[in-house]
């Protein structure tokens, strides 16, 4: 191989003389540099690299899910690079701290020089969050339009576009929906399921009644228990099931919702192994997403208190709002209220283990 | 010194006889074990032994805070205790991490079996939250009263009397206001100040008109900066301080927040360095303290969905509902809102800083 | 369920009365409680507490690959539970950090008061060590016999029992052992792959004679590069197979060495996914394991420079020589030596890859 | 201000035309594109751009060091600057875990192409080394000429020219060489000093001998015991102190050693903390930079085993290598064997005291 391949120079490979060229503080432009602006640059630069990244990573991801087929050499190839996501994700959360190292008055040397400029800009974190599911009606109100006015058009119409394209999340509802484990020829699991996640609400509700400080929370404890018993009913229930996603209260289609209970509730499966890490792996992103979010929040606050952004809005409030709204697989999270201790779990037939067993053990 | 110093044994040292032998699944008195108890266990009382270091550093902060006098060796031990205590805190926030690695079925294998041990109940945690200066009407409605029910009769007293005590708030409190710099004879600090203060806020008021995306966020900003304005003008008028602090608005008294003020704004200043790391950290202790209950709630939420915790009630919300309102130092971010870049920042007159450099320099 | 279960209190459930009665600064005994004494003993317990978990995860580990099969729901809980180990090595390297906010001087109050006692006595680390894999002769000199001697009769004795046992390391050799992947009719793999990999050793031998800095790497190179033939050619001889044991130059055997090759050239074949997720998590843990070795080194030197530690001995040096000696699953890095990139790989015949797929497709 | 300021775009300011359009991966030039190379080139340009602000920092840090005079606030941004970067360093150190998540296998895909690009080409790097202090002579002797062949000339010019500036090194060596503190009338410092430090070497002796487990030990430690005190006799004897450095046992020159050791002593000293502090930041600089290259070291072996890098030389030999020998602040760490806890500490004068206090007591 290496024969016919010309020799790489560390620097030209990496194209440093545009990368490192890349930093203008504008300070300069109106009066001696302001230090922290550099820093200020850098930071928001290695967040695009890695949007950059997540990005490359999400969209192999989703050609996956569009393909014909996804076979278990593919699932674990989605498995492999989610979990890549988490790693960046992780080192993201934490770069909060190193932003977290200008004071409020070392960045109001060179605020002033960045008006409007706002990370709402940030096209592909917006790319990021369309690709994942985000559409505009699950969006906090601000999100919804008025952030698209500070775009250019080429911008606007860019996402604009993408939002008419299924998102990840659709991918993943159709994946989880076309699962045929659902229906077993003389094997009544649901029916079984029903009555032992029923026994299990009831004990909750004793607990309750039994533990309650007062009886205010007496009451709010055995409302929320109540919405829990309607919810999971739902999910048995075609029409009831579709009132919850028109109040958003679920975004899964029912029998995504369904596979993703079975596969949860029986993850010790060899074939639900790697679906199982997805569900999970999405969840995650989705979780340190939201902290990202909050970490983010703080960060602006305790750099500006209550003053506005450079973009003219207080990025604080908006982003606090949107730390629990913005959030696309937020379904995964609640399905812990349906879940059965492994102990009180109905058994499966052995036809169905096997099926879902290996042909081939490597241990006969 | 060693002469008279008996031999000392690794594990007597540690009492590793009593510490490894304080973990008892209770699944095991039900049934066979569940294997993950045993982290849970231990995840619990691994924080429990940070929190007694905390509370360890803690309360020497607060003993040299109630001392004579805080003169510069002990302020110097006091910020380095804090910043011994973010690290830990540091520490308990990725600690998250590993409980997580526990699936929600994992957990109600023996979740039923703790009703209705609560984390509410740790005496350790309401003590570090009540030293810390959290009060009974800065708490959340549910912290006022309901979970003090959960207590036994020592431990509810144990607290009820911390809480007539002084907290570390108070202290610093106190300690900000005894701070001589806000007279200096000849020196209109404040009045210059209050002017620049007032043409930075202008200047907001300008980038907002130019910048609204729509009329309705032009009115919530102008909303929100008319609140700065009214909020700042407060620090210098003695009735309408009084108010904004019987309305929860700020709870730093009005000479303390001036001169942390003041700290901050001239931070640069030799005799202010160490306070203004003290200020610093408190703040960071704040957020930290913040995030741990963020991602606190997201783990529950995460391990039960909706669920009721075994205490009874449902640990996400109480949590997430706490993250926001259980703040002590809220008011060191906020000052942010009404911070000055050095360049507009008035010059001190030669006197001021002759008085807040060093007698002796070493640099001579 | 909780009908018959005795309600629990928080405090009981965590036997916090022993777990927080167990911190004893030996100054006390000698005058002035020194401040730091108390980070100390809690740092080390919280260590000794994670070890615990450690331990429950590693022997249950144990468990699975000792019975009599190992399927591969067996395998998945193996994999669940090295990364939950692998998390909590990553909290106990970031640990270091909190230790280090204690200076020299800080150290120096107590330090005398704890001699001879050493980290060497900790009985539950050795036991991690020896159950891992760590034997007398693979340890470094001072490990094989001088350190048993600080240990009282019950530990000594205990310990060198449990060398007597196989090790998890012999497990999971002999599980790879076991692997059928071997052979398959009418599938030459191995002398397709044998030359594969002698023409990627021969680009390499290429590379490096293009690109020597100078006659002296170029000899270094080269020398080194004939060792990787040797070893690799050995991997298909008995005889020097035997002797590359002999010289510590591998450890596992020849069959496991060329199964744990095989799964992870074809990692992406279902069958093999949980077996090359075991076979790099124990690599990570062992990676984990020697970088806090070395973080504990530096941490050491920072503390007492070249002063010997409380045991009398040199800690630093200690740990800096472990580092690279103690590893237990270093042959799963050396094997990156003799892997193929993807597009190098000889095809596997259709009757092998259907043997390792799912008989069950759940996309069709 | 804003009013003659021109409206900026997001996207503008972070240049992420250039920036974003810096990632070419090789692979494509000669078949399909390596999915994994994209993380590889952006990993890299992250570094890079950490680099690029590192370097900023240790511009500025290093200018004040030559500038005229070091007063408390100059100094005061030094110590901020340096927590910075430190806190840069720990991303850095995480960020290995990102590169981890691609397998030997996925960088075999694209490795061929690069030959014979190197890490040892990052410029920036080099830089970093150059400008903390590093020098050919105390660098490995693989750095000391072979690597300047693989750079091209520019390259190779401005770090030779560079290599003729002082370091930072030199700066932190002629500051605390400039320090005062050394001589105080009838202030006999250094000999109750001296008699203090070999008291606590005995000490050792005799831990030594109550503890050796062997007399192979006893002897090993005896001796370490006595380079220890030569080295400190060293300190006081201008010849002896000359030949440690000529054996590069120790880098400080004599008078700042002494200083060095004094500050940390005295550390409680309000005139001293900010001195302290930065002498601490560059230990703990280097401590990280170690870090940096061990895991580094790490990952190599995980990716390549003993097979040769990109470069043509074993990267993780080289890697290994370094961690050790490439450091510039170690007589730092070396110090605290020569420490005194704060009891065994001669009282300074009142004379002193008052001249390293405030003229001015905020608290009075």
Redesign the interface.
């Known amino acids: ?5 010309k ?5 030209d ?4 003389d ?7 503080p ?1 300070s300069k432009m ?1 009066g001696p540099e302001a ?1 922290d602006e ?2 200020f ?2 930071v ?3 967040y ?3 949007f ?2 997540v990005l ?1 990573e999400l969209r ?1 991801i989703y050609k996956e899910f569009r393909a014909e ?5 593919a699932l ?2 989605v498995a ?1 690079r989610l ?2 996501v988490l ?2 994700q ?2 993201m959360n ?2 909060v ?2 932003i977290e ?1 200008m ?3 070392e960045f ?2 060179f ?14 974190f917006k790319e990021l969050e369309i690709i994942l599911g985000l559409t505009r009606d699950t969006r906090i109100a ?1 999100d919804q ?3 698209y ?2 775009l ?1 058009d080429e ?1 606007r119409t860019y996402l604009e576009e993408l939002e008419t394209q299924p998102s990840l999340f659709d991918c993943v509802d159709q ?1 989880l929906s ?4 659902l229906q077993f020829d003389d094997f009544s699991f649901w029916d079984v399921y029903q009555q032992a996640v029923t026994d299990s609400l009831d ?2 509700e ?3 009644r ?5 009886d ?2 007496l009451e ?2 055995l409302a ?2 109540q ?2 018993r309607d919810n999971f009913s739902a999910l048995f229930n075609n029409e009831r099931y579709k009132s919850l996603q028109e109040d958003n209260r679920v975004r899964l289609s029912q029998r995504a919702m369904l596979s993703a209970l079975f596969i ?2 029986y ?5 639900f ?3 199982h890490q997805v569900i999970t792996s999405l ?1 995650e992103m989705d ?1 340190k997403l ?2 990202w979010r ?2 983010h929040a ?1 960060m602006v ?8 952004g ?5 990025g604080h409030d908006y982003l606090r709002r949107t730390t629990e709204q913005n959030r696309v697989f937020k379904d995964f ?11 009180a779990l109905p058994e499966l037939p052995s036809a169905v283990r096997q ?10």
């Open positions: 191989m290496p024969k016919n391949v020799p790489v120079y560390y620097g490979y990496l194209q440093l545009k990368l490192l060229d890349s930093q203008q504008h109106y230090h550099m820093l640059i850098i928001h630069q290695v695009e690299l890695w950059k990244q490359h192999a087929q996804l076979d278990d050499r674990q190839l492999h979990r890549r790693t960046i992780d080192l934490d770069q701290g190193v190292t004071t409020p008055q109001l040397e605020r002033d020089y960045l008006v409007p400029a706002s990370g709402f800009q940030s096209i592909q601000f339009q008025s952030f006015n500070r250019n911008h994946w076309r699962m045929p484990f004990r909750d004793e607990i309750i039994q533990n309650a400080a007062d205010g929370q709010t404890e929320s228990l919405v829990n949860t509730q993850r010790e499966e060899p074939a192994h790697l679906a969840a979780e939201t902290i909050y970490k703080m606050q305790r750099m500006l208190g209550t003053k506005i450079t973009g003219g809005s207080s999270f609640a399905m812990a209220t349906y879940l059965l201790p492994k102990s099926a879902l067993g290996f042909y081939f053990r490597h241990d006969d």
